[in-house]
């Protein structure tokens, strides 16, 4: 609770510049100026000039997006291609120098407009200023991002001579109690490092260049403001939020080491990062106290996705349509990861994922539906550019939580159908394990964080080495012995997410925000993590109105000051 607290506080100095609207006392008539006839034609510069701008962004989003899907599905070089050309015609469009300024002079009299038309022309200038750059170099930094996410798709990794999946590597070590077999399996989940290493330096390098043109330090500080978050502020919030767990995790981390030490029959001190299951330790083991894939462990993999159909719609968000439309199971050549995607903004969302019968593929389908309940239920009559989450945090943090929800006590009894008594005897040790993942997941995000910057501050330094001196200094966790490879290229957000993790850990913070909401509008006296989600068409009502519909109409601070309270 004391770890939330911080947190929260540290989250509410991002949202300070909020305040909160005045009401008119009741009775009272609100007295409305005449429009001039300067703001009058001001609102129709502006009107017509946004109808043009989001008809051709709206076409050329949509291109994209197909290009992408299929890309993604396929793995084909030349659906990659065709991924490329369409991404640059995008970026093209919105590095026409012209237009930008039109939208600058616009937003000079915007004191004359009304509030939507401002929000909806400060988003477009957020998207003319990071691609304010030449042809040339427009298509250098795509094709160079695209050439290395199509290896993140297409790389299969080697063990003892066979090709594998990401999947079937993470069940194996899973199970897995030799640390010599652990270490070779962990070794072949780092092996698209070493291919996409060099390339992601080089394209680091490039990104800088490209930044200083437009007027920003590196690559890492443009992408901070063009999120809307300020640098230093977010900085001081993340260092902060490493000061508050660094006792706790230190404490935690102790006793997981203690269990991870009798499983494995090796000292404490002896303790390696193939040990964690996760190539990245950014997922807590399984607890000597509670293994949570039991609970599904007799489930096929279609009923992870029929489950996650099940409980949106008792909640009165259907998915249904969406699960439709998306692919949830492995295949040749196929990303081997999850994402979800909005193909036109207009009901057309899909979810990629390649699902299996385990409590972390739960989550992860619960994750991506939360994603597309979100694209779904935006209000369609917003302009498009503002028809979007109100920002990334707020759309992770609904992800995360339905996620969380796999893994919830009345979930499981509600939904996967476990057994009442078993999971109330189970209850505290699934807190337990539920409070491992926030404490691992958020030292985790201070490694990528501090990586990320550090990368783009000095992309010529030993990142190998930095890389590692991170991952002790937060996850606690020893090099290997003699290692000097890019295993840290072996996440693909640094190609295709670059500088975004910081909003998984800020997406947490709304997610607990929201879990407050819920339960003052449910009338839930109890500890949130005991809310009750089964059937509660309330929750959908609520979410449907509070976070779904506004859209990006808002700036995010005073979206969550609006929608938490």
């Given at each position: 609770?004391?770890?939330?607290?911080?947190?929260?506080?540290?989250?509410?100095?991002?949202?300070?510049?909020?305040?909160?609207?005045?009401?008119?006392?009741?009775?009272?008539?609100?007295?409305?100026?005449?429009?001039?006839?300067?703001?009058?034609?001001?609102?129709?510069?502006?009107?017509?000039?946004?109808?043009?701008?989001?008809?051709?962004?709206?076409?050329?989003?949509?291109?994209?997006?197909?290009?992408?899907?299929?890309?993604?599905?396929?793995?084909?070089?030349?659906?990659?291609?065709?991924?490329?050309?369409?991404?640059?015609?995008?970026?093209?469009?919105?590095?026409?120098?012209?237009?930008?300024?039109?939208?600058?002079?616009?937003?000079?009299?915007?004191?004359?407009?009304?509030?939507?038309?401002?929000?909806?022309?400060?988003?477009?200038?957020?998207?003319?200023?990071?691609n304010q750059l030449p042809p040339e170099i427009l298509k250098d930094l795509v094709d160079r991002a695209t050439e290395i996410e199509k290896t993140f798709n297409t790389f299969r990794p080697t063990l003892d001579g066979q090709k594998m999946t990401n999947n079937d590597l993470l069940e194996s070590i899973a199970k897995e109690t030799d640390s010599e077999k652990r270490k070779?399996?962990?070794?072949?989940?780092?092996?698209?490092?070493?291919?996409?290493?060099?390339?992601?330096?080089?394209?680091?390098?490039?990104?800088?260049?490209?930044?200083?043109?437009?007027?920003?330090?590196?690559?890492?500080?443009?992408?901070?403001?063009?999120?809307?978050?300020?640098?230093?502020?977010?900085?001081?919030?993340?260092?902060?939020?490493?000061?508050?767990?660094?006792?706790?995790?230190?404490?935690?981390?102790?006793?997981?080491?203690?269990?991870?030490?009798?499983?494995?029959?090796?000292?404490?001190?002896?303790?390696?990062?193939?040990?964690?299951?996760?190539?990245?330790?950014?997922?807590?083991?399984?607890?000597?106290?509670?293994?949570?894939?039991?609970?599904?462990?007799?489930?096929?993999?279609?009923?992870?996705?029929?489950?996650?159909?099940?409980?949106?719609?008792?909640?009165?968000?259907?998915?249904?349509?969406?699960?439709?439309?998306?692919?949830?199971?492995?295949?040749?050549?196929?990303?081997?990861?999850?994402?979800?995607?909005?193909?036109?903004?207009?009901?057309?969302?899909?979810?990629?994922?390649?699902?299996?019968?385990?409590?972390?593929?739960?989550?992860?389908?619960?994750?991506?539906?939360?994603?597309?309940?979100?694209?779904?239920?935006?209000?369609?009559?917003?302009?498009?550019?503002?028809?979007?989450?109100?920002?990334?945090?707020?759309?992770?943090?609904?992800?995360?939580?339905?996620?969380?929800?796999?893994?919830?006590?009345?979930?499981?009894?509600?939904?996967?159908?476990?057994?009442?008594?078993?999971?109330?005897?189970?209850?505290?040790?699934?807190?337990?394990?539920?409070?491992?993942?926030?404490?691992?997941?958020?030292?985790?995000?201070?490694?990528?964080?501090?990586?990320?910057?550090?990368?783009?501050?000095?992309?010529?330094?030993?990142?190998?080495?930095?890389?590692?001196?991170?991952?002790?200094?937060?996850?606690?966790?020893?090099?290997?012995?003699?290692r000097d490879r890019a295993d840290w290229a072996a996440k693909p957000h640094f190609t295709i997410a670059p500088v975004y993790y910081h909003n998984y850990v800020l997406g947490e913070l709304f997610a607990a925000q929201l879990r407050g909401a819920l339960a003052r509008r449910l009338g839930h006296a109890g500890p949130t993590s005991t809310i009750d989600y089964v059937d509660?068409?309330?929750?959908?009502?609520?979410?449907?109105?509070?976070?779904?519909?506004?859209?990006?109409?808002?700036?995010?601070?005073?979206?969550?000051?609006?929608?938490?309270?």
């Amino acid at each position: 609770m004391r770890i939330l607290l911080a947190m929260l506080v540290a989250v509410s100095m991002l949202s300070g510049c909020c305040k909160h609207k005045e009401t008119q006392p009741a009775g009272e008539e609100v007295a409305t100026a005449t429009p001039t006839e300067d703001e009058e034609n001001l609102t129709v510069k502006a009107t017509k000039f946004l109808k043009q701008y989001n008809d051709e962004y709206a076409a050329k989003d949509k291109a994209n997006n197909l290009a992408y899907w299929k890309a993604a599905n396929s793995g084909k070089a030349e659906d990659f291609d065709a991924y490329a050309a369409t991404e640059l015609a995008l970026k093209t469009f919105h590095s026409d120098a012209e237009r930008y300024q039109t939208l600058l002079g616009l937003l000079e009299g915007r004191d004359k407009l009304s509030p939507l038309l401002q929000r909806s022309l400060d988003v477009a200038v957020l998207a003319f200023k990071g691609n304010q750059l030449p042809p040339e170099i427009l298509k250098d930094l795509v094709d160079r991002a695209t050439e290395i996410e199509k290896t993140f798709n297409t790389f299969r990794p080697t063990l003892d001579g066979q090709k594998m999946t990401n999947n079937d590597l993470l069940e194996s070590i899973a199970k897995e109690t030799d640390s010599e077999k652990r270490k070779s399996m962990w070794l072949a989940l780092k092996q698209v490092g070493g291919a996409v290493g060099p390339q992601l330096v080089e394209l680091a390098r490039k990104r800088n260049e490209a930044a200083l043109v437009m007027g920003y330090k590196n690559f890492w500080d443009m992408q901070i403001r063009l999120q809307e978050h300020d640098p230093d502020t977010l900085t001081a919030l993340l260092d902060d939020l490493a000061k508050a767990t660094d006792e706790p995790f230190r404490k935690m981390k102790l006793d997981l080491d203690g269990e991870l030490s009798r499983r494995f029959g090796v000292a404490p001190a002896d303790m390696r990062p193939w040990h964690y299951d996760n190539p990245f330790f950014q997922q807590a083991p399984p607890s000597e106290k509670v293994q949570l894939d039991t609970f599904y462990a007799q489930m096929k993999r279609e009923d992870i996705v029929n489950l996650g159909g099940k409980f949106f719609k008792a909640i009165g968000l259907d998915a249904d349509d969406l699960i439709a439309a998306s692919d949830f199971y492995e295949r040749e050549g196929k990303d081997q990861h999850a994402f979800c995607i909005s193909i036109d903004r207009a009901g057309d969302v899909r979810m990629l994922l390649n699902v299996k019968p385990t409590a972390e593929w739960m989550d992860t389908m619960l994750h991506e539906a939360g994603h597309a309940v979100y694209d779904k239920y935006t209000d369609r009559d917003l302009p498009f550019n503002l028809r979007d989450a109100a920002h990334i945090l707020t759309t992770e943090g609904i992800a995360m939580l339905f996620g969380a929800l796999a893994k919830n006590p009345t979930w499981l009894i509600g939904y996967v159908g476990a057994d009442a008594t078993q999971v109330a005897a189970l209850t505290p040790a699934l807190l337990e394990q539920r409070q491992r993942e926030q404490l691992i997941f958020a030292r985790w995000t201070m490694v990528m964080f501090n990586f990320e910057k550090a990368l783009y501050e000095n992309p010529d330094q030993d990142l190998n080495s930095l890389w590692y001196d991170l991952v002790e200094r937060f996850q606690l966790l020893q090099r290997p012995a003699g290692r000097d490879r890019a295993d840290w290229a072996a996440k693909p957000h640094f190609t295709i997410a670059p500088v975004y993790y910081h909003n998984y850990v800020l997406g947490e913070l709304f997610a607990a925000q929201l879990r407050g909401a819920l339960a003052r509008r449910l009338g839930h006296a109890g500890p949130t993590s005991t809310i009750d989600y089964v059937d509660r068409s309330e929750i959908g009502a609520f979410l449907d109105e509070m976070i779904f519909k506004p859209g990006r109409s808002l700036p995010w601070p005073e979206f969550v000051n609006v929608a938490t309270g």
